[in-house]
């Protein structure tokens, strides 16, 4: 037995040796696995800053075109909600939050602490990140860079609802300017419904469905800025249009 | 120079980087036996064991420049041949299960080095007999501790789990096999 174990052993030895003697098998240089290193730790750190921006171009996204406000509206206001919602941006941090964990599983020391503590951490941090990075208002100002406009806004106009900024306030009619600057002309009825308790004001941003007739919109129910009050049917008394306290 | 023999696997690793690649053969020395019995305590199959501890040697010369001395070279170079072993698992699942009884561990399970280290020998006769019983989740981390008498921080190293799920898979494999003792007696 001894014997067969020795030439057993003498089999792997020569075998592994003779194939680095030919040279069949070569050493790796270190340079190679220095680079290694620095591509993981350029993509961990590539993929928690994209993560964490993407964090911060949906929690803009949320503040200033308001999808979840479409759906005071009701069924209407579904699918205007589902073009306005970050998907996209929601999927891609998503992703870029997995492709992090999956490089710091790739680390030497990751599987010493628990799978769920990094994940967790790599979430959280992106989150907060994201959301200090939307606090210092570079969004706002990076938004008005036409380059970067596609990026922040999405033309919130569709067949049966737009969203915008208002312009211009007249008797039963108002003047909206849209994310990629559209002059719309929106009139409303004795149907349309308002927000309980408040003015039309310039500057102010709107949501309405309704539908259009030519190019003009006529509004089915308009939602001021981030309103959180019910909705109710729009005063028609005659000279006070904009006057909704009754 | 220093009698090779009398060097630490880590200095040993930083000459054949740096001076003489031959002398690569001493690691491969010193590990094949260990590696190969590992290794088959896993694959339970002579002929893909050899395989395996061959082919974890030339993937760890590859990489040797990889390896950093800080580390332990033990635990290096088991978690390399473990990989290639699971990796053979994977590819032959089929015909490595029908081999489950078929395998010759006892030419290693007799080998007299392995038994003057043993510290509780009931408890290693009892792993020894239920070892193939085992799920490998458990073979692995029993294997390493009471066969191969590694810590459960080496363990934790080659298997690429926490210290504390050592512990966890280690206690489950003891208890399923006081169970399949409790069982037989």
Known sequence: ?246 | MENIENLSDEKLVELVRTKDQELYAEIVKRYQDRLLRYVLYLIKNKQKAEDAVQNAFIKAFINLMGFSTKQKFSSWIYRIAHNEAINIIKKHRKEILLDRDGWDRHQLLEDRHIYKQVSDKETKEQIKRYLSALPLKYREPITLFYLEEKSYKEIGDILRISVGGVGTRINRAKKIIQKKNILKK
């Open chain 1, 1 to 246: 037995m001894a014997k067969t174990k020795d030439q057993k052993n003498k089999k792997i030895v020569t075998e592994v040796m003779q194939e680095i003697k030919k040279k069949n098998v070569k050493m790796k240089p270190r340079i190679f696995f220095v680079i290694s290193s620095l591509l993981l730790s350029f993509g961990l750190f590539l993929s928690i800053a994209l993560a964490s921006f993407l964090i911060n171009l949906i929690s803009f996204r949320l503040r200033v075109h308001a999808p979840f406000q479409y759906l005071r509206f009701g069924r209407p206001g579904y699918l205007p909600f589902l073009h306005v919602f970050p998907w996209p941006m929601l999927i891609l941090a998503i992703a870029s939050i997995v492709i992090g964990i999956v490089i710091i599983r790739k680390y030497d020391i990751s599987y010493k602490k628990s799978f769920w503590g990094i994940a967790i951490g790599l979430i959280v941090f992106a989150i907060i990140f994201g959301l200090i990075i939307d606090k210092t208002g570079i969004n706002e100002r990076a938004s008005k860079f036409p380059p970067m406009r596609e990026m922040y806004h999405r033309e919130s106009v569709g067949p049966d609802w737009l969203a915008g900024k208002i312009i211009q306030v007249s008797e039963r009619q108002l003047t909206l300017l849209t994310p990629f600057e559209k002059k719309i002309i929106v009139r409303w009825d004795e149907d349309t419904l308002f927000p309980l308790g408040s003015d039309f004001i310039e500057d102010q941003q709107v949501r309405i469905i309704g539908q259009w007739q030519g190019e003009v919109f006529i509004a089915k129910g308009i939602d001021i800025g981030d309103h959180r009050l019910p909705m109710r049917p729009a005063p028609f008394e005659e000279n006070m249009p904009m006057d909704f306290r009754r």
